[in-house]
């Protein structure tokens, strides 16, 4: 029986004492004779080298409640005089290696050296397009941030930066932020890995954010599987006044449905949750699946007309977009 290498604690209804996992939703693990039949069958849509953008320099503290979209699941959230990242990624490349793996197309929203100072970091879970190591580093260094994290992943933050301030915890745990100001780590249909020996064996989550500016829900990475999950956040928290929904990654189906939503689910989880307004997140940044780099904001409009939803209310978020809510 495999030891877990990060934590140690007693089976609950999502961890079987090794390995934590998605109840009563489609398993994520894939073969890999799966993982070789996509690589060597399927044809990538080329995406451009570079995309130009505009980056912005923020208002250390804005009234109301803003939101910048930096890239992929890398934003600012500004609520109540407290400023705080999403899965931060300044790196070049989604990946362990600096020569090697996914490499940004866009600039970052906001020069890091432009960011305001960060007061805490939300981590949803340990896979290298959001869990960077060096971003982190970076962070601790100039601003000394609460990190939040899931289960699990205060381990490899704690094993990269001794001195790191973390806060860790379960689905449904609830931690203090700032006064007033709170997060509560929420279910994602997901799962993890750093490397080839620790398969789901730090936590995936979410995290919903109660502010004196409003909620916000920030998804995580997650697949839709029934839907039940995020009926069940609604019904544990109300309907969010913004959520950040991702909207890419998701091709070829048969490979990505049980962990990444598409367009048309992604606007489904907005129905489910009830959100009076979203951002579609986790597209356009790094070419990490098939799809062509514009398909979901094409699909994510094609999606709300169907649903005879208005436009605005499920924006595709662009590096350096400042939303105003």
Known sequence: MPKNRYLAAPPSDHFDGVRFFNPGQPATDRALSELLRWKFGERPARWPTTVPVDQVRPDPAPDGLTITMIGHATLLIQAGGVNLLTDPVWSDRASPLSSAGPKRVTAPGIAFEHLPPIHAVLLSHNHYDHLDLATL?????????????????????????PEARIAVGDWHDRIDLAPGLAATLTRANHWSARGLGDRRMALWAGHWLDTPAGSIWFAGDTGYGDGAIFRDIRARHGAP?????????????????NQHANPAEAVAILQDVGAARALGIHWG?????????DAPVEALAAALDTAQLPADRFVAAEAGGVYRF
């Open 137 to 161: 580093r970076r962070l601790h260094a100039a601003h000394a941030p609460l990190m939040v994290m899931p289960l699990g992943n205060d381990a490899i933050v704690r094993r990269a930066i």
């Open 241 to 257: 006044d913004v959520a950040l929904i991702p909207i890419g990654a998701y091709e070829p189906r048969w490979f990505m449905a």
């Open 285 to 293: 940044t790094f070419q990490l699946t098939d799809e062509p780099r």
